[in-house]
């Protein structure tokens, strides 16, 4: 039997340079697609995206044009539009691999939903910032007007914040196990899911402005369609310590608790590292395998012959 994987991709992978175009990163959905299709005939694939820069970009349009006529569409509605566009890129570019090779398979994108905990602490304390910047009189405005919260950031002006709280289940998990079982490559989660929430009388599903993080997302998606093995996709090919530094060290197998004492000393950064590594730790505690790697090296490293390896 064909091992299961779970590959989350960064939404930074498809934007070389800041190069924003659909084309630009069209191109890069190539160079994914390839890679990605080149495991397909070992391997059960499901793809997990990022969707930092596009939903950003979304939302600037949004905000730009809104007008009373045409309202700008909420957070939850713009992870949704992402979640097309980007599926729809890799998509393609899959189905354009294989046909490089004269072969034919199934892919498809599903738009997913991602049921958070209502109560969960991070609605108290917005953090992830989303959007365009603005000087502190324009974000004040807008935060009054919108029911947003603003903050500084990093000197850079203010932008709007929000909540991102962990993920608890994935509305279309069934759905998704069935089309792997059918032989397709899927792509699910893009951009961490859309963040929705069950009503507490009727457990009706209701969206909700919050961004998840996508490599969280990932791991919970699969733990649900019980993968083999969950690979987070960065820019880097291994995990470092001290990164960037002359003593700067590469993890290769590393083992759950070593992974728990370097988080403890504060090896890995919130905003870089730090989810990759907890997903991977997440996933590999449960008795999978978790793998750290870049797509250059993603082949080897299902191999485990490159990459950092999180085990048991």
Known sequence: MKKRVVLALGGNALQKNGEATAEAQKKVAIEVGEAIAELADKYEIIV???????VGNILIHEESASTEKAPAMPLETAVAMSQGQIGY???QAINNAFAKQNKTKKVATVVSQVVVDRKDPAFKNPTKPIGQFYDAKTAKE????NGWVVKEDAGRGWRRVVASPKPIDIVEKK????????GAIVIAVGGGGIPVIRTQVLKRLKGIDAVIDKDYAAEKLAELVKAD???SVTAVPNVYINYGAPEQKALDEVKVQEIDHLKKYGYFKAGSMLPKVEAAS???RLGGTGIITDIDHLKEA???KAGTIVTK
Do not use: C, R, S
Not at 48 to 54: C, S, V, Y
Not at 175 to 182: F, H, M, P
């Open 282 to 284: 997440m996933f590999a």
């Open 89 to 91: 890129w890799l998509t």
């Open 302 to 304: 299902l191999k485990g």
């Open 142 to 145: 807008l935060a009054k007007k």
């Open 175 to 182: 759905a998704i196990v069935e089309l792997v079982k059918d």
């Open 229 to 231: 093995v969950f690979v």
């Open 48 to 54: 997990a995206h990022g969707n930092g820069p596009q």
